[in-house]
């Protein structure tokens, strides 16, 4: 049996950010960190940004892909979402798209009662996280952390047609250099990304927080093991037991193994992992534990409700060949080898591109509140109206698309389209007790509410105004689109050029929108942002957790991951994961009397 100070059970984003931290201000700690995926350390996969997709392929071993209860509200389909699985968990598997909230979101969870998380108060730990190159001296951005933000090494010229049609097209929703300075939330504007501006590499928080200290001792990473469950004695977390990961060490035995902390047990497994190994631990709902025969140690029937997630359907559209875009190494990653010296050299080119140049953070005109009925009307009128700060949505343009096999030689512009406070909130529960990989009892309720599909319809037709408009379009894949009645006008279909700025709107009939929402039941995915299910709230509100990640009716254990949050946020979530990990750290320090540095 091994004993350590602190025991990590998962070792995503916000378990390498803590165990940096504290191992930085403290090296003769004992850490322990027990991650199901393996090393991310110099994979290409993980460390060349354009290689992101290769990820989320339907054979990757470096993401879980679980997968939800079929749905009347997809037309039958069973949603599947993806999150990280390897040391540095999403950090780095994800898009490397630079969003960041609102204030608002973190005053919001303030007024739950959260002491010490209101957006004031969290803006030092904010600008602790980054070195933000595309622009110096703003307010809310900082200059010497470790995470680089970066501007577009690449351009491809995508993102500039899509802002100047913003321009001219909707002249009145403004243009700005900065989307995310917590206060921006409607207005087009360049995307920036984590990736370091010298060396063209993700900037993920293995490589920048953990890594870095992989010389001493005291910290152990284990790879391939899966935490069955906290080890509690006497209302206190004294450690875990573990076992084999069925995907990446599938050749192991499946015995228990059992490591002991002396100071804390820290669980951050994520929005799947983390409510799962608290209910096969004995804290959750008693009639989700009783199902599966579990002992109930702590009534907190909270554990697992509240997932959230952002949702988004991604239309496709042709582009004229002469358009460059990463096509071509999205499909066909031996590409890769003819922009390797440059991207070695340079730390530019292709390999160090997520294909994104440009996005829109909107709120709705009156005029396209009104074409979208009531149900967003009423959504608007009860959540986002008197939050300006709020974006109800992003349009995010992608150079290019992993299509199908027919379509390849072709060029394309996707488009995703991201609702950022959907109305749906769903559950992650265990399925058995003593299997730590079984699968979950999963419903995320995508599109089960009218207000949520009602934006999703909106966005569909803003976006396509939007990119039919753009010098380099060439008409709709339609294979990527609503199937309109035949003979319809809204018909998709190739196109020599594009439509002049003036040209009038696309007029939907009742069978056009109709097609409409069957394509966004049929086609509505995640956003890779699963959140919310060990909510930082009140107990008796459903909390999971109190303002110090403390585990409500357990000594010893907390919880730090993007599951804490208690209500959504308005961005990729890999922002707020890095500021939950830098506040857990501090937290944590504070704790042991250990003192951080504060660079």
Not at 64 to 88: D, E, I, M, Q, Y
Not at 120 to 144: M, N, Q, V, W
Not at 198 to 206: E, H, I, L, P, S
Not at 279 to 291: F, Q
Request: hydrophobic share 35%; with cysteine.
């Amino acid at each position: 049996m091994s004993m350590f100070d602190i025991i990590f059970a998962g070792g995503g984003t916000t378990a390498c950010v803590i165990a940096g931290r504290l191992t930085t201000a403290d090296p003769v700690l004992k850490i322990l960190i027990i991650e199901s995926g393996q090393h991310s350390r110099d994979n290409p996969c993980h460390v060349q940004p354009c290689r992101y997709v290769e990820n989320i392929a339907p054979d990757s071993t470096t993401v879980s892909f679980h997968v939800g209860k079929s749905s009347a509200h997809l037309n039958g389909r069973a949603p599947v979402v993806p999150c990280g699985r390897t040391v540095g968990g999403g950090s780095a598997v994800n898009f490397m798209m630079y969003v960041r909230g609102s204030a608002s979101d973190y005053d919001d969870w303030a007024a739950l009662g959260n002491e010490g998380w209101g957006f004031d108060e969290l803006l030092p730990l904010i600008r602790k996280i980054e070195t933000f190159t595309p622009i110096p001296d703003r307010a809310t951005h900082g200059y010497s952390g470790p995470i680089g933000i970066s501007a577009k090494g690449t351009d491809f010229g995508i993102g500039k047609q899509f802002l100047e049609v913003g321009k001219a097209y909707d002249p009145d929703r403004p243009q700005v250099d900065d989307t995310n300075d917590f206060k921006t939330g409607n207005a087009y504007g360049p995307a920036y990304r984590y990736v370091d501006p010298a060396t063209g590499k993700r900037c993920d928080t293995a490589s920048r927080y953990l890594y870095p200290h992989s010389g001493n001792p005291n910290v152990v990473i284990m790879v391939g093991k899966r935490v069955k469950r906290i080890i509690i004695e006497n209302g206190r977390a004294v450690g875990v037991e573990y076992t084999s990961d069925a995907i990446s060490d599938p050749e192991k035995s499946r015995e228990l193994i059992t490591a002991k902390a002396t100071k804390l047990v820290v669980v951050s497994g994520g929005a799947f992992g983390s409510p799962s190994i608290l209910e096969r631990s004995g804290i959750g709902s008693p009639r989700i534990l009783a199902k599966h025969n579990v002992d109930v140690l702590v009534d907190l029937p909270g554990v697992g409700e509240n997932y959230m997630d952002h949702y988004n359907v991604r239309p496709v559209f042709h582009l004229s060949d002469e358009t460059e875009t990463m096509d071509d190494v999205w499909r066909d990653s031996g590409v890769i080898t003819e922009f390797l010296k440059e991207w070695e050299v340079s730390g530019k080119g292709k390999i160090a591109y997520n294909g994104i140049e440009a996005m829109l953070k909107m709120r709705p005109t009156a005029a396209e509140l009104a074409s979208a009925g009531p149900a967003l009307q009423l959504r608007w009128e009860t959540f986002f109206q008197n939050r300006p700060d709020k974006p109800m949505a992003m349009i995010v343009p992608f150079s290019g698309f992993r299509l199908h096999h027919s379509l390849i030689g072709l060029k394309f512009i996707s488009v995703s389209n991201y609702i950022l406070y959907p109305e749906a909130i769903g559950h992650v529960h265990i399925t058995s007790r003593e299997d730590a990989n079984a699968p979950l009892d999963f419903d995320p309720e995508s599109c089960s509410k009218p207000g949520d599909v009602a934006l999703l319809t909106l966005l569909y037709k803003m976006t396509r105004e939007r990119v039919r408009r753009m010098p380099a379009y060439r008409g709709e894949v339609a294979l990527y689109h609503p199937q309109f009645p035949a003979g319809s006008p809204a018909a998709c279909k190739e196109e020599d050029d594009p439509v002049p700025i003036s040209a009038p709107d696309i007029a939907y009939s009742e069978q056009d929108e109709e097609a409409i929402v069957n394509f966004i039941r049929n086609t509505a995915a995640t956003s890779w942002h699963s959140l919310g299910t060990c909510a930082m709230k009140p107990r008796d509100q459903g909390g999971v957790v109190d303002a110090r990640l403390n585990v409500y009716g357990v000594e010893g254990l907390k919880v730090a991951d993007l599951s804490i949050c208690p209500t959504n946020v308005g961005n990729n979530t890999y922002s707020t994961a890095l500021l939950i990990g830098e506040k857990a750290a501090a937290i944590i320090a504070e704790d042991l009397g250990v003192k951080l540095n504060h660079e």
